[in-house]
């Protein structure tokens, strides 16, 4: 090759083209996994819904069938409770529950008697689910960068299918909420490995499309929700039907390369190359210098400690002090990201009017979320609409609490704009995250930065029960309040947009050091 060619080869795009049909076949597999990931992120909803309930005594069960419940008026007339029986009877204790099957025909609330005291196991399953979400941020995250990114993401759709069909049978509510974790930990494996692989596979210029377009697929997933549940009306019949869909993603062992860039970085030069000629075909490119470039390629890492790279984990993100101020803040943008937007989210029944509208209309606004975040990130990078994003949703939370409770219109119009803004937020800090961190430690990053986010997540259900023991202004004070504390502390990043992904931990820890500064490709050579 001659010298100019040489120095054009400055990432693995250079050699396959930064977006070609090879690529586009990444993200449809990422796009359709978006919508396995929202019905079982937020299917809990409607498995748990606001159902109508009436304490029935053990003395008086007997003598009442579900017909004889059939006139509400006459239940409310009479005095009979939710939580404890009519006062002309001697029973002091609830033993029994007749639920309201007007709309649903079983939910795990009347499965299990998840109501009055226990009605906080709901939350807790979801607490639970999100807890395995952590589990596999932390444990999967791992095992990618370590055994690569395809045969992660075929082992989290075994347990995504399997744990998602024991769901469905669960016989009591602790199998119900072991396999709900179970499921959170294949769903956590296969979407983020799948988002990092894509990622690592497409060119600079399209990062931000890419990365924000294919949450179109986490948003279809959800809107779909409410149907689904309208349609079903069963929770069992709910998981079988979110579940089953699950077993055709086997194909992606087929359909999926491994990531060339991991291959690259691990020194595993032949299959990198292997990977590296078929895309090149696919996308029709020239073939004849892979294997030279691929030696140039490597070269330049090995220029930044090769036994580094290759070592690279976790702890090596607070090592130094540029590479941990910036995991730190990612890490609490995520969590209050995550913690506004399943509040808001799992939450709307706690709003007003039709919980099956509200639902649909709050999935709804993610469309245009994505569609201006496109253009919004594509022109003004990543820090100014991450932190303008952040504060705008925080201030319309706020004004949340001094909206009347008969203006229900407005105050869904401000729930619908702070979502809106939590929402392109969320989209922002995902691309953000797997901008800054270097390839070594990627997967990693966002595995540990989505720790970080399911903790967030994980707190948000027991929201619901803050505003009923204090006030609904307490839930969305504590939104707003965040939102506009982490959007502030996003002005501390540096900005991504269009740069070359620095590759070893060295890179990493240069990148960004001067805050304002977006860093040339020839400065970036240097580090």
């Not at 009877?89 to 099957?101: A, G």
């Not at 939910?107 to 979400?133: H, P």
């Not at 199998?175 to 692989?197: E, H, M, N, Q, S």
């Amino acid at each position: 090759m001659d010298e100019a060619s040489v120095k054009d080869v400055k990432d693995i795009t250079d050699v396959i083209g930064q977006f070609g049909h090879w690529q586009r076949t990444i993200f449809i597999v990422v796009f359709c996994l978006g919508l396995p990931a929202a019905w079982n992120h937020l299917i809990i909803a409607f498995y748990a819904p606001n159902v109508a309930h009436w304490c029935i005594p053990s003395e008086i069960s007997g003598n009442f069938s579900q017909q004889s419940w059939g006139n509400v008026t006459w239940r409310r007339r009479e005095g009979w409770q939710e939580c404890r029986p009519p006062e002309n009877l001697s029973s002091e204790k609830c033993d029994k529950w007749i639920y309201d099957h007007s709309f649903y025909s079983a939910t795990i609330i009347e499965e299990w008697d998840l109501v009055c005291d226990r009605s906080f196991l709901v939350s807790l399953s979801q607490t639970i689910y999100m807890a395995g979400y952590i589990a596999g941020a932390v444990v999967l995250s791992q095992l990618s960068d370590r055994y690569g990114r395809r045969p992660v993401m075929l082992s989290s759709v075994f347990i995504l299918f399997i744990s998602g069909i024991v769901c469905a049978f669960s016989p009591n509510f602790t199998i119900f909420a072991i396999t709900r974790f179970l499921i959170a930990l294949g769903r956590c494996g296969l979407y983020i490995t799948a988002f990092v692989l894509l990622m690592e596979t497409v060119g600079p210029d399209y990062r931000t499309v890419l990365g924000i377009a294919r949450d179109f697929g986490w948003a279809t997933g959800y809107v779909m929700i409410p149907g689904i549940a309208w349609l079903i009306r069963n929770w069992f019949y709910m998981q079988l039907a979110i579940t089953i869909p699950v077993l055709g993603l086997v194909s992606l062992w087929w359909i999926l390369s491994e990531s060339p860039r991991w291959l690259l970085t691990q020194g595993k030069l032949e299959e990198a190359e292997t990977i590296l000629k078929k895309a090149a075909l696919i996308n029709k490119r020239n073939v004849d210098n892979i294997k030279s470039d691929l030696e140039m390629l490597e070269a330049s890492l090995q220029q930044n400690s090769t036994e580094s790279r290759k070592k690279a984990n976790i702890f090596d993100l607070l090592k130094s002090s540029n590479l941990r101020k910036k995991t730190v803040v990612i890490c609490f943008c995520w969590f209050v990201n995550a913690f506004v937007f399943y509040g808001l989210s799992l939450n709307t029944n706690e709003i007003g009017g039709s919980p099956f509208l509200s639902f649909f209309i709050f999935g709804a606004v993610e469309f245009p979320a994505y569609i201006v975040s496109i253009f919004v990130v594509k022109y003004y990078g990543r820090r100014l609409p991450l932190m303008s994003a952040m504060v705008l949703g925080g201030l319309a939370c706020i004004a949340t609490i001094a909206v009347p409770e008969d203006l229900l219109w407005l105050r869904t119009t401000l729930s619908m704009l702070g979502k809106f803004c939590i929402t392109s937020s969320y989209i922002v800090v995902y691309i953000f995250s797997a901008e800054i961190f270097p390839t070594v430690v990627r997967n990693v990053g966002v595995g540990a930065s989505s720790t970080f986010a399911r903790i967030g997540s994980a707190i948000a259900p027991f929201v619901k029960e803050l505003g009923q023991a204090t006030h609904l202004g307490v839930t969305f004070g504590l939104f707003g309040g965040l939102a506009i504390v982490s959007g502030l502390l996003a002005l501390c990043l540096p900005e991504t947009n269009k740069i070359v992904l620095p590759d070893t931990l060295e890179q990493g820890e240069q990148f960004g050091k001067k805050i304002g500064k977006i860093p040339s490709e020839r400065e970036l050579e240097k580090f």
